[in-house]
């Protein structure tokens, strides 16, 4: 699949009503965690490390867009 095809397959995904939604609702649970009191060292971690995936995520969806631009210059 080239760089168009991939970003035009993960274009219909972000724009996703559903999608957004979830993506936001994962945030804002882990970010719950953090400004919880009570919140042990575990829950902490793994709050950590769900943001950190979604950064992760979010990241891979931008290269996959930059690579289209890329893709679009050369062509």
Known sequence: MN???RAHQLRR???DDTFKEMMEEVI???TAVFLNSSATI???E???HIVKGVAAIDRYIEE???AE???DKKQ
């Open 64 to 66: 996959v867009f930059n």
């Open 46 to 48: 793994e709050a950590h």
């Open 42 to 44: 575990q829950q902490i």
């Open 69 to 71: 631009a890329m893709y």
């Open 3 to 5: 760089a168009k095809e």
């Open 13 to 15: 995904i972000v724009n």
């Open 28 to 30: 804002e649970t882990q």
